[in-house]
């Protein structure tokens, strides 16, 4: 099973940029990166392939950009113009096998998860 493991949070003021990281174990079909504020469920909010097709929810589209650099098993999320909306907590993770690869993606079908790392934003 692929091993995740995420880097890059911290608080930001609105308006300001964070640069998300997660280092992978393995090389995986379909990755993710997940977002869960306080008192709210965890949702995909940006989700990439192994050929770089990507899709985002529409209240990220614009501002967030996530990538991958499969030579060196990493994915990454740029965040820029963040919002207080943004606060939570992000976690990245994995699909080995080929999956639909979209943020209506189902959590229980990523099979591995790392840590999480805390974004807040503040107004």
């Known amino acids: 099973q692929v091993q995740l493991a995420e880097s890059g949070g911290g608080s930001v003021q609105s308006g300001g940029s964070l640069k998300l990281s997660c280092a992978a174990s393995g090389n995986a079909y379909c990755m993710a990166w997940f977002r869960q504020a306080p008192g709210k469920e965890r949702e995909a909010v940006a989700t990439i392939t192994s050929s770089g097709r990507t899709n985002y929810t529409d209240s990220v589209k614009g501002r967030f950009t996530i990538s991958r650099d499969n030579a060196k098993n990493t994915l990454y999320l740029q965040m820029n113009s963040l919002k207080p909306d943004d606060t939570g907590m992000y976690y990245c993770?994995?699909?080995?096998?080929?999956?639909?690869?979209?943020?209506?993606?189902?959590?229980?079908?990523?099979?591995?998860w790392g840590q999480g790392t805390q974004v807040t934003v503040s107004s």
């Open positions: 993770a994995a699909r080995v096998t080929p999956w639909t690869c979209r943020v209506s993606i189902d959590a229980a079908v990523m099979g591995a």
